[in-house]
């Protein structure tokens, strides 16, 4: 098992900031992709933005480019998600997840292990 811990969601205004953070005290492996996914009522689970153990790749899926930023600290024992420019359509549980591998992944089934999630509210 690899527990993972989210903390960070919260209520925001339209065009406000967020950071999420996801920590894990223990890996599996040494090559490893730590992931962030989200979940709106009635709809599956998406892809937000992934980063690779060694921090030389991520990934980010179309709709959060450019607003959205991955970023590992400590040896990505921690994983932060600095969320800008947030739109009501960002609204969901955020989810952090991990792969083995080194590969940033988008889809759900390529993570092995899942935190509870937080959620991240944008309303006016």
């Known amino acids: 098992q690899v527990p993972l811990v989210e903390s960070g969601g919260g209520l925001v205004h339209p065009g406000g900031s967020l950071s999420l953070s996801c920590t894990t005290s223990?890996?599996?492996?040494?090559?490893?992709?730590l992931g962030w996914f989200r979940q709106a009522p009635g709809k599956e689970r998406e892809f937000v933005a992934a980063i690779s153990g060694n921090g030389a790749s991520t990934a980010y899926a179309d709709s959060v480019k450019g607003r959205f930023t991955i970023s590992g600290v400590s040896a990505l024992s921690t994983v932060s998600l600095q969320m800008n420019s947030l739109r009501p359509e960002d609204t969901a549980v955020y989810f952090c997840?991990?792969?083995?591998?080194?590969?940033?992944?988008?889809?759900?089934?390529?993570?092995?292990?899942w935190g509870q999630g937080t959620q991240v509210t944008v309303s006016s």
């Open positions: 997840a991990y792969k083995a591998g080194n590969i940033p992944a988008t889809r759900v089934s390529s993570y092995s292990y």
């Open positions: 223990r890996r599996t492996s040494r090559s490893y992709v």
